[in-house]
């Protein structure tokens, strides 16, 4: 079984916060500060190389203004 963060529900939820970031017009810069995280943190889970946690999901949904289940529906 792969590991979760690169099943195709991860994959789709990646894809998911990437289009909705830009829908937002947000560069991962300005993200991470809506988040007080450095840049690398927008960039290391929009490429996988790192996984969100729920209440990271949470605070994620909450910078970019989208409801989390339009993230999560489907999925």
């Known amino acids: 079984m792969p590991r979760s963060q690169h099943s195709d529900r991860y994959k789709q939820l990646r894809t998911r916060l990437f289009e909705q970031r830009k829908k937002a017009g947000a560069t991962q810069e300005q993200l991470a500060r809506r988040l007080g995280k450095p840049q690398s943190f927008i ?20 910078a970019l203004e989208v409801p989390i289940a339009t993230l999560l529906r489907g999925l």
């Open 43 to 62: 960039s290391k889970y929009e490429s996988g190389e790192r996984r969100l946690d729920a209440i990271e999901l949470l605070d994620v949904a909450r």
